[in-house]
């Protein structure tokens, strides 16, 4: 069974840090592209970020380029964003979600986490 | 970027009615990348269908869906209970994809 647990996230002040972290487990992590989709609170969804198989090629919104940073530990299981000069409307709640094809990548998702809420307020 | 946008933004219907949500593209979607999810209050979006009208695994054959180019339809042929709830259209394929603002449908 597909499982996918998002940790990491927490109330920050504007301009801090917070990593974000997905373990995944019930099928092969390294062979497919894993993405980060936020939806802040009441609104709709946006896609954040993704990560082919093998981390060497990613995707960024404009929205967060230059302040995130997606990775992922194919020994791990695990998917990395690491998120830098955070705003107020960075507040949302952050899903990972996996791509359905193996070495596939910007397709849709067929597996989604539960989410990890973050709040930025001073 | 290709924006998405969903109509109505609220659907009051019965249960045993059909259900019928549309999803139109700014420009047009590619090989018919277009993704619909149902997501319910606290959960994660669940796939619905994908490729247009392709349903994924384990969903009722109650979903559907249609279109190409630019306008896509998802319609629900019989309400059930549990199918109350928020979906959103997704577009994929090239760069980030892109989602719909969501329709509502909600019990009358």
């Known amino acids: 069974e597909v499982q996918l647990l998002e940790s990491g996230g927490g109330l920050v002040q504007p301009g801090g840090s917070l990593r974000l972290s997905c373990a995944a487990s019930?099928?092969?992590?390294?062979?497919?592209?894993m993405s980060w989709v936020r939806q802040a609170p009441g609104k709709g969804l946006e896609w954040v970020s993704a990560i082919i198989g093998n981390g060497e090629n990613t995707y960024y919104a404009d929205s967060v380029k230059g302040r995130f940073t997606i990775s992922r530990d194919n020994s791990k299981n695990t998917l990395y964003l690491q998120i830098n000069s955070l705003r107020a409307e960075d507040t949302a709640v952050y899903y990972c979600?996996?791509?359905?094809?193996?070495?596939?990548?910007?397709?849709?998702?067929?597996?989604w986490g539960q989410g990890t809420l973050v709040t930025v307020s001073s | 970027e290709i924006v998405l946008t969903q109509s109505p933004g609220t659907l009051s219907l019965s249960p045993g009615e059909r259900a019928t949500l549309s999803c139109r593209a700014s420009?047009?979607?590619?090989?018919?990348?277009l993704a619909w999810y149902q997501q319910k209050p606290g959960q994660a979006p669940r796939l619905l269908i994908y490729?247009?009208?392709s349903r994924a695994t384990g969903i009722p054959d109650r979903f559907s869906g249609s279109g190409s180019g630019t306008d896509f339809t998802l319609t629900i042929s019989r309400l059930e209970a549990e199918d109350f709830a928020v979906y959103y259209c997704?577009?994929?394929?090239?760069?980030?994809?892109?989602f719909g603002q969501g329709t509502k449908v909600e019990i009358k």
């Open positions: 420009q047009s979607v590619s090989s018919s990348y």
């Open positions: 490729g247009a009208s």
């Open positions: 997704q577009q994929y394929g090239r760069s980030l994809g892109t």
């Open positions: 019930g099928f092969t992590f390294s062979i497919y592209a």
């Open positions: 979600a996996k791509d359905p094809m193996t070495n596939g990548v910007l397709d849709y998702f067929d597996y």
